[in-house]
């Protein structure tokens, strides 16, 4: 019976949290990735973090949202990080930056709301925006294939117990201890198991009267 490695374990548990909580909304998943530029987030969040949003099917007032500028407005289409601070999802929220003095002018619905801020990583931005590089997102994965190659051709073979898969490790151990012995002595090599090779005595002894 061939037994799961713990590593393969740790990397199943990851691509679950992955595609429950992380995987992107692109690929159908709940979450957002937005990094944030400017200040009107400040002290709370500053240029070059990383904010990961989960969507929701309701928000509430006073929750830190991305959003994306209704169209129509002022910068349809870019994306924002701001905290709700009033109105409604049906006729539009009022959304404010904690370092603004004053609202903002768009009001989004809720079919604007891309989630409610889950997971803020301060710089974490600027090392996302690094790993979206073609040539370093490709370099990346070839250094993950060529890892998982290695490790699957170093992992030591499983065990049988008979079933014709392969050897169990004490008899190689004891054909590698026997057979040495027994080339060292002029006597051919005996056979893998210890029945095969007191059959062989036998045989040797008879052969000698």
Not at 116 to 128: A, D, K
Request: avoid cysteine; glycine fraction near 12%; aromatic fraction near 6%.
């Amino acid at each position: 019976m061939k037994l799961v490695r713990p590593s393969t374990l740790l990397a199943l548990a990851a691509l679950a949290v992955w595609f429950f909580l992380l995987r992107p909304v692109s690929l159908g998943g709940p979450a957002s990735y937005e990094i944030v530029s400017g200040t009107s987030m400040e002290p709370l969040l500053h240029a070059g973090d990383l904010v990961v949003t989960q969507a929701q099917s309701s928000y509430a007032i006073g929750e830190l949202v991305v959003f994306r500028v209704p169209t129509g407005d002022p910068g349809a289409g870019s994306l924002i990080v701001h905290r709700l601070v009033g109105g409604d999802g049906e006729s539009g929220y009022v959304t404010k930056g904690d370092n603004k003095p004053a609202p903002d002018l768009w009001h989004p619905k809720s079919s604007d709301i891309l989630g409610r801020s889950w997971i803020e990583l301060p710089g974490s931005g600027t090392v996302l925006l690094v790993l979206r590089q073609p040539l370093v997102l490709a370099a990346l994965l070839g250094g993950l294939a060529g890892f998982a190659i290695f490790t699957s051709e170093s992992a030591p073979s499983s065990t049988t117990g008979g079933d014709g898969s392969g050897p169990m490790p004490w008899k190689r151990r004891w054909k590698s201890s026997l057979g040495g012995k027994a080339a060292a002595r002029g006597h051919p090599v005996p056979s893998l198991t210890p029945i095969h090779a007191m059959r062989e005595r036998n045989a040797q002894r008879l052969a000698k009267r």
